[in-house]
């Protein structure tokens, strides 16, 4: 059933607006009206075919192994030794808290208070509950926050045992949630990293920690959080069935909020996945069902619009419904903005035990434990787990997770006379992983012959994406692709590219989100770049579907197509003839040997376009290597890592067709 307050019909939600005015540019406008259209596409149908609860069931498998890979946690990592410490307690009245801390890989460090009733001589229902991002109370870890403390000493005080657990950004030993929205680590993209899937793999391994608790009855496990908590929540509760109540409180929008209307810019990286499989973002929540679930949010919560929670919960009522279990999804709406109020509070403590305790009655003290100033109950550093500096463990590994936790691919070289399939299985995986936001086919357009003179025009190569191209004709019957760099001029041949292309004819391509009228870009909180994923893309994956198109549409007998580029355009350039034949050869100038960067991370370093888990199939030396037996130059190819691309040619019999200079 849904609930909502008595004063929503007469409230408002908060408009969204841009943040910042400097990107209302055309550019601007144009690529957002792009995201807009896709994320349509994409959420038009909820779980299309599913017409039972049988349907459903035969696809779950199938849906919660897609959502732990595109978190990233595909393989999953090992449960290695937790080896969980009790760093201190304090007493209080009729409960106690427990000062804690475990590693869900060797060196991570999670960081977390137990609180439970003084009592320990029966086991309890237990409520993992993960931090969001307000009151950021770093040293001492947001489980120190007020809030935080309400909750757990309330279900403390009530029966229950609570696991009040800080994330990777706001614990007392801080990583990073922030490398997409203002980290520049774009690289991110290439890795499949988020730091989605770190807060899904700590929140799991929480509850193998409350497993070993004598106290904790692990048949009645709940998991609640506002915000980033929200969402944590929604992600533990998808894929591991050990949660058997969830209350998520603001947590989850929908992809045509986020992408669609801008609400990515809103949001934290840890909101997010890598949506290569192109989700219904209600997806996630669906894998819940049929457990009980409290679909908590505000009606004038401008990071969760209402909108976007009225079309996440009817979607969720009907999926519901087909277990006849729609008693056991509930939705809540407070009034007022983001955050906790008497009602929210109250709502939650009443689904848990109804659930948990077949307990109806009202809750009437959700309210308790908290200072009317506003002044926290308990003093915030009474509450680290490290009580000081000193007391940090020297093995830590949460500043660098994010370069260690995907486990990234190591591909052989091809055995004798096994190139062609090495090839083919490499370049179908990296389609399914990479590029899977490519429409079926290239939409029709009508491109008039490139003629014996100079001209400038726009052609579109798919639904809301146009392109600049500039017609330089030569002599013979080859012609160059020359790609552009957004630091490169599309009036005119670059230096770089004289040598290249002789007298031959040449095409300049200034791909999507280069030229006069591309979009802002490199400026917080860089929404376009991030919206990309959503719709299981990156804006350098939609540069080679450019090339990819304009090249096919002008394929023909006896004319031969080359195309080059220098840097990250060389290799989005490579990228492309992977997948066009019409590309008969490939040539890059300066190409960067990775899609990582360097040990440094300096923002200067080049690496390699984000691709989406590019390097969970191949890194550059065998994309470069795949291009065989087609002619591949590489010119200012110093690294070497490019002696593989050498073997690999070597593997495929055509040497002489690979050369550096």
């Known amino acids: 059933m849904i609930r909502q307050g008595a004063a929503l019909a007469a409230a408002a939600c908060c408009p969204m607006t841009h943040l910042l005015a400097a990107q209302d540019t055309d550019g601007d406008y144009s690529i957002r009206r792009y995201l807009a259209a896709r994320a349509a596409e994409m959420e038009r149908e909820f779980l299309p075919g599913i017409t039972s609860a049988a349907d459903f069931e035969k696809h779950r498998p199938a849906l919660r192994a897609e959502l732990l890979d595109m978190l990233g946690l595909n393989p999953m990592p090992e449960r290695t030794p937790l080896k969980a410490t009790i760093t201190g307690t304090l007493e209080r009245p009729g409960y106690v808290i427990e000062k804690l801390h475990f590693q869900s890989l060797p060196g991570l460090y999670v960081t977390a208070n137990l609180y439970r009733p003084t009592r320990t001589n029966e086991r309890y229902p237990t409520i993992l509950y993960q931090v969001g991002h307000a009151n950021q109370h770093r040293r001492d870890g947001n489980k120190a926050a007020n809030e935080c403390q309400q909750h757990g000493s309330w279900f403390a005080t009530h029966g229950y045992v609570a696991l009040v657990m800080d994330t990777i950004e706001l614990s007392e030993i801080a990583g990073l949630h922030r490398g997409l929205l203002s980290g520049n680590r774009w690289w991110w993209h290439s890795t499949g990293y988020s730091p989605a899937g770190v807060e899904t793999w700590n929140a799991m391994r929480a509850l193998d920690y409350l497993a070993t608790r004598p106290e904790v009855d692990m048949t009645r496990i709940g998991a609640t959080g506002i915000s980033g908590g929200g969402i944590g929540t929604f992600w533990l509760a998808a894929v591991d069935d050990r949660v058997k109540v969830s209350a998520p409180v603001s947590g989850l929008g929908d992809v045509t909020f986020y992408a669609g209307e801008d609400g990515i810019s809103r949001h934290c990286d840890c909101f997010f996945f890598y949506n290569r499989a192109r989700w219904n973002y209600t997806n996630v929540a ?219 004819s040449v095409l300049l391509l200034s791909p999507r989100g280069v030229g006069p009228e591309t979009w802002t870009q490199g400026k917080f909180p860089n929404p376009i770049e991030r919206a990309m994923a959503l719709i299981g893309a990156t804006v350098d994956s939609g540069r080679v579907w450019d090339v990819m198109t304009i090249v096919g549409r002008r394929a023909e007998p006896n004319v031969h197509w080359r195309a080059a580029g220098r840097g990250r355009a060389g290799i989005i350039a490579a990228y492309a003839a992977l997948y066009q034949p019409a590309i008969e050869a490939v040539v890059a100038v300066d190409p960067p040997a990775s899609h990582l960067p360097g040990l440094a991370r300096t923002p200067e370093e080049k690496y390699g376009p984000p691709l989406l888990n590019v390097l969970r199939v191949l890194d550059i030396p065998e994309a470069m290597g795949c291009l065989a037996p087609r002619k591949l130059t590489l010119i200012g190819a110093t690294d070497v890592a490019f002696e593989r691309t050498a073997a690999i040619y070597r593997a495929a019999g055509k040497a002489e067709h690979f050369e550096r200079s």
């Open 286 to 504: 669906a894998l819940t069902c049929p457990r009980p679930m409290l679909f908590v949010n505000s009606n004038q919560d401008g990071y969760f619009p209402m909108p976007s929670n009225e079309r996440i919960a009817a979607r969720l009522e009907r999926l519901y419904a087909l277990f006849g279990a729609s008693d056991l999804v509930d939705s809540v709406i407070s009034v007022g903005g983001h955050g906790y109020r008497t009602d929210i509070r109250r709502a939650v403590y009443e689904f848990f035990n109804r659930h948990f305790k077949t307990d109806a009655r009202r809750v009437t003290d959700a309210d308790a434990y908290q200072n009317a100033d506003g002044s926290p109950i308990i003093e915030r550093k009474l509450l680290r787990v490290f009580p000081e500096d000193t007391d940090f463990p020297k093995d830590s590994i949460n500043t660098k997770i994010d370069e260690q936790f995907v486990a990234l691919a190591k591909p052989t070289l091809p055995a004798a006379g096994k190139f062609d399939a090495w090839r083919n299985d490499l370049l179908g995986r990296l389609r399914q992983a990479a590029f899977a936001a490519w429409p079926a086919s290239a939409m029709a357009s009508y491109s008039p012959a490139l003629g014996s003179e100079p001209r400038i025009e726009k052609e579109i190569t798919e639904d809301g994406i146009e392109v600049l191209l500039r017609w330089l004709p030569g002599k013979g019957n080859t012609r160059w692709l020359i790609v552009l760099n957004a630091d490169e001029d599309s009036r005119k041949l670059p230096e770089w590219a004289r040598p290249v292309v002789g007298e031959d």
